[in-house]
């Protein structure tokens, strides 16, 4: 089906991700990985791109609130 690079490992890190991604508790993601919360969170999850920018603009809000929110525009 041509998905030769898809592997154990990537099926397992997309788990890890899709899960935490969906908000479930850590804990119960790296049971299900096999891993300690450490290992899950610092290998096998990759937070999503929306996530990253999501927490991008949270940080702009609490940094400029005044531009943020549309006031000195």
């Not at 890890?16 to 790296?30: I, M, Q």
């Not at 791109?49 to 609130?65: E, G, I, W």
Request: hydrophobic share 40%.
């Amino acid at each position: 089906m041509g998905f030769d690079w898809v592997n154990f490992q990537v099926l397992r890190r997309t788990c890890g991700s899709l899960l935490n991604d969906e908000g479930a508790d850590p804990r119960t993601v790296s049971q299900q990985l096999g891993h300690s919360v450490d290992v899950d969170t610092n290998v096998y999850w990759k937070a999503a791109v929306r996530r990253q920018t999501d927490a991008v603009a949270a940080l702009d809000k609490s940094v400029n609130p005044m531009e943020s929110s549309g006031v000195l525009q």
